[in-house]
């Protein structure tokens, strides 16, 4: 459990960064899929070095036996779930992220887009009462 509490907030960290730096570029007026591509391309090393650096960092505690306590239970196992699962959430995120990102914008002008719609259809009826 404390593997997946590690895990949870370096992906989500990552997550948080790519995002402000697409946020950043739309700001600066870039275009949405332009915006996407650079904040992906600007921001994938930095995600990359902080992903290496914890998994080299748990490699010793992955290969030893250090046990909590002396004789408690050993670290193997939880430094293995996050080398693991930093891994393939990193991958996952570095895909995922801005196309969820872009499926929300667009989710979003069509809901804003809908909602106009109504008003206006709402706004001839009252007018042809």
Do not use: H
């Amino acid at each position: 459990m404390i593997g997946m509490l590690i895990l949870m907030g370096i992906v989500v960290n990552n997550g948080i960064v790519l995002v402000d730096r697409i946020n950043q570029l739309i700001n600066e007026g870039y275009s949405v899929p332009n915006a996407i591509i650079d904040g992906c391309l600007a921001r994938v090393r930095p995600i990359l070095m902080t992903v290496a650096t914890t998994v080299l960092g748990l490699v010793p505690l992955a290969l030893g036996s250090t046990n909590i306590g002396g004789d408690g239970p050993p670290y193997a196992p939880m430094a293995i779930a996050i080398i693991g699962g930093l891994i393939f959430s990193t991958m996952t995120s570095l895909f995922l992220v801005p196309l969820a990102y872009l499926l929300l914008l667009k989710l979003r002008r069509k809901t804003v887009n809908m909602i106009e719609r109504s008003k206006q259809m709402v706004s001839r009826v009252i007018r042809a009462n």
